[in-house]
């Protein structure tokens, strides 16, 4: 099977688990729900994992056709940063997501009710979540420079013809394919770690809708305009 085909196969699957993760009680009231919870967000999260480790696998035997994405719409590869999202917008979702809950809960949790969702994080997990921000947003400019060196290089070498070991360059621009990867899967990670079951849900939920809406804006753009062309 390509990337491409698992790639359909992968993003129907993960419908089928979000809508789950999305019927699941909350908040978790009893010990099963809680469980119930724990285990349907480490189902989304292991396959997470499991697109990075194919992904990677397909950039190995061509990192070009990767960076292409053709299984993606137009509007999601403009978007893209190396090849897929960026980290850092983790930390973007989880503000607004919790600036709107708190917003709309704000007489409730003013009262000293706990909500138990995003919109109720605690100062402690505030800090964390922007101090794993700032540790993002470096790491994220340290790939991005790698990706400069690399095109500023290597890929002039090879546009000018000048290129004696084309497997080794296109071996360098795979781990830092492979690199911006395991930062998204690692950022995932950490997001979901510091937040409770219910607010891990929460964040996934968001975070899917977000790629699902702007997954389906875009493939209805390239449908108008394949139709225009015709």
Excluded at 7 to 36: G, K, M, V
Excluded at 163 to 168: F, N, P, R, T
Excluded at 194 to 210: K, V, W, Y
Aim: hydrophobic share 40%; with cysteine; glycine share 4%.
């Amino acid at each position: 099977m390509d990337f491409h085909r698992f790639y359909e196969t992968w993003y129907d699957q993960l419908h089928h688990q979000i809508r789950h993760l999305s019927e699941a009680p909350r908040p978790a009231t009893t010990d099963d729900h809680r469980q119930q919870l724990t285990q349907l967000v480490n189902k989304v999260m292991f396959h997470f994992a499991e697109y990075y480790r194919v992904k990677s696998l397909a950039a190995n035997q061509d990192v070009l056709s990767v960076f292409c994405a053709r299984w993606s719409s137009t509007l999601e590869r403009s978007l893209y940063w190396i090849a897929g999202w960026r980290p850092t917008t983790a930390f973007h979702l989880i503000y607004t997501e919790s600036s709107i809950l708190f917003e709309s809960r704000m007489v409730d949790i003013l009262h000293g009710l706990r909500t138990g969702d995003l919109g109720d994080l605690s100062p402690v997990q505030f800090t964390r979540v922007s101090d794993l921000q700032c540790e993002t947003v470096q790491q994220e400019n340290a790939i991005t420079d790698q990706l400069s060196e690399w095109q500023q290089d290597e890929a002039c070498e090879i546009l000018g013809g000048t290129c004696v070991d084309l497997d080794k360059k296109m071996g360098r621009l795979v781990k830092i394919v492979e690199k911006a990867d395991e930062l998204r899967l690692r950022t995932l990670k950490a997001v979901v770690e510091l937040l409770t079951p219910q607010q891990a849900a929460e964040f996934l939920i968001a975070a899917t809708e977000l790629h699902f809406g702007i997954r389906r804006w875009g493939r209805n753009h390239d449908r108008d305009r394949d139709r225009a062309e015709k």
